[in-house]
Each structure stands twice: as C-alpha cells, then as structure tokens.
C-alpha cells in the first residue's frame, strides 16, 4: 500500500508552488471587479466614463510594466519564478487595453464612426498611438498560444518583440493625452519602462549576469602541501 499524502498537506504545497499565479489572477481581476461593482451600484463618480478609461487604461499599462519586468527581474537577480507568469500578464494586459478601447469607442463616441473620424482621430492624434499599440498587443495575444509558436517557429520570437515598440507607444499615449500638469506619472512609467528596457541590452546584461555568477563563485581554499601546486579556476555556471 502507498501512503497517500494528508489533503491538507497536498492543498499547502501546491499554494506554496503555486502563491504567484494565485496572486497574478486575483490581482488582475481585481481592477475589473472593482468597476463593475461599483457600476451595478452607480458608484462610479460623476463621470463615470472617464473613471472607466482611467482605471481600464492605467490598469493595462501596469501590467504591461509587469510584464516587461519579469525578464530584467531574473537578469538581475535570477529569480525565475515570475518568468511562469509572463503570458498571463500579458494577456490581462491586452483585455484591459480592450476595454479601455470598447470605452472609447462605445461610451464616449457612442459607435459613431464619423464622430469618431473627425472628433477623435482628428483632434486626439494620441487615440491613433493607443490604437497602433492595441493591435500589436492584439497580435501577441492570438499568437500566444504553444500551437502558435510552433506554426511560426523562429519568426514567432521575432513577432513577440512587438511588445517593446508596443509599451513605448503606450507611454506616447499616456504622455500624450495628459494635462501638463499631469505629465509627472507618464515620465514616471517611462523612466521605468526605459530603465526595464535598459536591461535587455546585450552588453549591460551580460555585464549584470556576470557579476551576478561571479558572486555566486564560491570562494576558493588553499590547502597545504608539500610542494606548491596551480589552483585552476572552477567553471562558471552558464545562465
């Protein structure tokens, strides 16, 4: 007979695996289940359209930023952990983006594709950088999928380095359409987006990886002997 693990215990070692994808989902829907909550209660401030495309659009560009980070966070300090979680980020990301979008289109211009041709095209030149970055994000959300990555093979990595041309037209977009007296939060998002980007560079990462293997190496011990002998260096870990 096998000893079958205690329940309680199985439920405790998966949460333990598992405590970051419990907190990236519950994290991304939260924003959403806060809108509709408070707009089944008409609770949504005097505008509450514009709350819509406030949280809905501020929402998607943090988990962009999240996304993004997961790379740089590993460079960094090798923890690997939120590399599992790159596609749901992404993914949330890309819905939110959809709502934001579905708001202005349907809320605010009301479908109305003339209104929205001369009113918001015309006038908001930053709606068409959010729509630039929406069908890139688009793209990276269809093909996401393992089935896809094997259809595409190589050109699928070349595809999904959409993402970096679609967070900096996100920032644009965010710049863009605040007031000057806003415009401190957008260059706070771009710094950081800069800083994520930064990261990635080959010279400056293979520099961070380096350093980080290096502090790793443990130390070496000499030991005593008769005649004196050469130390060879032990081999570094590759990344």
Partial sequence: MTNKEPVGTSKKNWLRENWLRVLTHVGAWLPGM????????????????????????????????????????YIVTGWRQGLAVRRALGLYAFAYAALHFANFIVLDYGLDLQFILDDGI????????????????????????????????????RLHALIYPAGVLVMLHFFWQAKA???????????LLGLLLLVRVTPLRKAIVGRRQRGKTPKRLTIAAPEPTALTTPPQPTE
């Fill in 181 to 191: 007296v806003e415009k401190i939060e957008p260059l706070l998002y771009a710094t």
């Fill in 34 to 73: 806060w809108l509709a909550w408070n707009w089944l209660h008409n609770n949504l401030g005097a505008d509450p359209v514009t709350t819509l495309n406030n949280v809905t659009g501020r929402t998607a560009m943090v988990l962009l930023l999240l996304c993004l980070a997961a790379t740089p966070l």
């Fill in 122 to 157: 015309q006038t908001k030149p930053y709606i068409l950088v959010g729509l630039t970055a929406l069908l890139a994000l688009s793209a990276l959300a269809i093909t996401s999928t393992k089935g896809w990555q094997k259809r595409l093979r190589r050109q699928w990595t």
